[in-house]
C-alpha cells in the first residue's frame, strides 16, 4: 500500500514537473517574441536614423557641388569676357588701322 502511494506521489510530482517545464517554455517563448519584436523596433529606428544621416550627408555633398559649379561657372564667365573684351579691343585696333590706311592721316 506504502509503495502504491509512493509511485502515485512520483506520478504526481513527474506531471507538476511536466507541467512547470510547459509553463516556463510558454514564458520563454513570449519573452523571446517580445524581445524579437523589440529588437525589430530598435533595428528600424537605427535603419532610419541612418538613412536620414545618410540622406542629409548627400545633401551637404550636393550643396557643396553645386556652390564649387557656380564659382567655376562665374571663374568662366569672367575669364570669356576678358578674352572676348581683348579681342573687341584688338578688332577695333584692326578696323582703326584699315580705315588709318585706306583714308589716310586726313
Known amino acids: 500500500m506504502n509503495m502504491i502511494a509512493e509511485v502515485k506521489k ?3 510530482e513527474a506531471r507538476d514537473l511536466e507541467k512547470h517545464y510547459k509553463e ?3 514564458e520563454m517563448e513570449k519573452h ?3 524581445r524579437i519584436v523589440e529588437m525589430k523596433d530598435i533595428i528600424e529606428k537605427d535603419l532610419n536614423a541612418y538613412q536620414s544621416e545618410q ?3 548627400k545633401r551637404q555633398k ?3 557641388m553645386k556652390d564649387e559649379l557656380k564659382l567655376e561657372e562665374t ?3 569672367a575669364a ?3 578674352l572676348y573684351d581683348k579681342k573687341h579691343s ?4 584692326i578696323v582703326i588701322e584699315e580705315v588709318i590706311k585706306q583714308y589716310g592721316n586726313s
Open 10 to 12: 512520483i506520478e504526481q
Open 90 to 93: 584688338k578688332l577695333v585696333d
Open 62 to 64: 550636393l550643396e557643396m
Open 55 to 57: 540622406d542629409e550627408l
Open 24 to 26: 516556463k517554455l510558454d
Open 32 to 34: 523571446t517574441g517580445s
Open 75 to 77: 571663374k568662366e564667365k
Open 80 to 82: 570669356l569676357s576678358s
